[in-house]
């Protein structure tokens, strides 16, 4: 006779199975957790000994690890460098124990009226940055070697003239404005030679001395009248403008004395507007014409002399049309014909009127 019955021993069975299973599970996951143990120690064990262990060829220990420099520590100080009259020439920042560093040009100073100079140092010596600095260039100054005095010969200058001293003889040291009643100014002479003309250019060669005194030059002179003229188409005639000129020329050469057998460059320049017509003179109740072009060289003989610039208005064309001749018809001036395009020619401010017929069936826009 059985023990159990058959049911019985199937459940009994059954419920071992599980357990069984249940087992395996338990054992299963107790074995992954040593391993897992075991591989945290190897990787303990491997990074104490990549710490405590020397790099090779380094004895440095892990209580000794070099480290790179903290520049966030470093101290800068502002140096700058000035011209002798306060003029910042350079700024720079230099880090603390560094020799401050000039780069720019050698500082330059110029001539004044009894010296020149030449840089000589910085003042203070540079030295090693420890604190903000101001550097100030200094130099040397050698007294000029030339002293020049000018002799006027009865002419007058705009400009106040007193000796002077320098280094070198330079047109920009005389003035070339003067004046002198019936008489033209020729330059500038040292030992009766005409060095400088009397458009400051350098003619002859001169050897200086300590001490010079140049002698302005002036011959007797003839008038060179220039007057602007403008045509104008209602009378017919040229018109001199006089104080009107600055509206018709850019530019134009003035009225002046001149010496005797003296080539002269006469210019002048119209505005938007205007045409130049020539250069024209009168003599007898005659004119001549004496050239066509706004730039002319002119030479003055034994006389005075009176030259007109003349000029025109600028002509224009005007056109005018109309977009759909089935519309509409234009005209200009006042004539009352229509057609549907027109042209004509009207000088610089000139008024002119122009007109549209609208067909009746169409609308005028506008021009």
């Known amino acids: 006779m059985a023990l159990f019955s058959y049911e019985t021993t199937m459940h009994i069975k059954k419920y071992v199975g599980f357990l069984i299973v249940i087992l395996l599970i338990v054992s299963l996951s107790i074995m992954l957790f040593a391993c897992g143990e075991e591989e945290d120690k190897k990787d303990d064990q491997a990074k104490a000994t990549t710490i405590d262990t020397p790099n090779e060829g380094n004895n440095t220990s892990k209580d000794d690890t070099p480290s790179t420099p903290d520049t966030k520590n470093d101290v800068y100080y502002t140096i700058a460098f000035k011209d002798y009259d306060g003029t910042v020439l350079d700024t720079v920042q230099v880090k603390e124990g560094d020799m401050p560093l000039y780069s720019k040009a050698t500082p330059t100073r110029s001539k004044d009226d009894n010296y020149s100079y030449s840089f000589n140092a910085w003042n203070p010596t540079i030295v090693k940055a420890t604190q903000n600095a101001i550097y100030t260039a200094t130099y040397n100054k050698e007294e000029l070697p030339y002293t020049i005095s000018f002799n006027l010969n009865g ?213």
């Not at 002859?204 to 001490?211: G, H, I, Q």
């Not at 006042?334 to 169409?362: K, L, M, Q, W």
Request: hydrophobic fraction near 35%; aromatic fraction near 16%.
């Open 155 to 367: 002419g007058n200058s705009q400009y106040t003239i007193s000796n002077i001293k320098t280094d070198e003889i330079t047109k920009e040291l005389f003035v070339y404005d003067l004046d002198k009643p019936s008489y033209a100014f020729k330059g500038w002479a040292y030992n009766g030679t005409i060095i400088f003309n009397a458009k400051g250019e350098q003619i002859n060669n001169l050897t200086p001395t300590a001490n010079m005194t140049f002698e302005a030059v002036f011959e007797e002179a003839i008038m060179l009248e220039v007057s602007c003229l403008l045509y104008n188409p209602s009378t017919y005639i040229y018109e001199e403008q006089n104080t009107k000129a600055s509206t018709i020329v850019e530019e134009i050469s003035e009225s002046r004395l001149y010496a005797w057998n003296t080539q002269v460059s006469l210019y002048a320049h119209p505005k938007v507007g205007y045409t130049f017509v020539g250069w024209y003179y009168s003599q007898d109740g005659m004119d001549y014409q004496l050239s066509t072009q706004e730039d002319f060289d002119f030479m003055m003989q034994e006389e005075d002399y009176k030259v007109e610039a003349r000029f025109v208005y600028t002509t224009y064309s005007l056109g005018v049309f109309a977009n759909n001749n089935d519309c509409g018809q234009v005209t200009i001036g006042n004539g009352g014909y229509y057609f549907n395009n027109s042209s004509t020619n009207a000088y610089y401010t000139e008024r002119v009127t122009i007109a549209a017929r609208t067909d009746s069936t169409a609308r005028f826009l506008g021009w």
